[in-house]
């Protein structure tokens, strides 16, 4: 069994900042990529930002230059730091990552949290 567990999600008013926390748990062998995806009312889920295991990162357009993504690979964790955010932030926030469990014949798959509300008031 595999969960990845969210937290720090909230309202802030827009210029404001917020920390997002992803901890993945369970019978892992081995984290590939993590990555926060966000999904806004009567949109689809878009890509945030992502961080690969040799530490790489990649983000949207809209967040570069506002947003960081880290990694603690002792934690399993992975972090969305969030500054100046903007009204258009609002969405859920998913946390994504690429596992590979201890299971004999096991192969690496995506596993999301289950999200967590972030509100950017104007």
């Known amino acids: 069994q595999v969960q990845l567990v969210e937290s720090g999600g909230g309202l802030v008013q827009a210029g404001g900042s917020l920390r997002l926390s992803c901890a993945a748990s369970?019978?892992?062998?081995?984290?590939?990529?993590m990555g926060w995806y966000r999904q806004a009312p009567g949109k689809q889920r878009e890509l945030v930002a992502t961080?690969?295991?040799?530490?790489?990162?990649n983000y949207a357009d809209s967040v570069k230059g506002r947003f960081t993504i880290s990694r603690d690979f002792a934690k399993n964790t992975v972090y969305l730091q969030m500054n100046s955010l903007k009204p258009e932030d609002t969405a859920v926030y998913y946390c994504?990552?690429?596992?590979?469990?201890?299971?004999?014949?096991?192969?690496?798959?995506?596993?999301w949290g289950q999200g967590t509300q972030v509100t950017v008031s104007s």
């Open positions: 961080i690969t295991s040799g530490g790489s990162t």
């Open positions: 994504n990552a690429d596992i590979l469990k201890w299971a004999m014949g096991a192969v690496p798959r995506d596993y």
């Open positions: 369970g019978s892992i062998r081995r984290i590939n990529a």
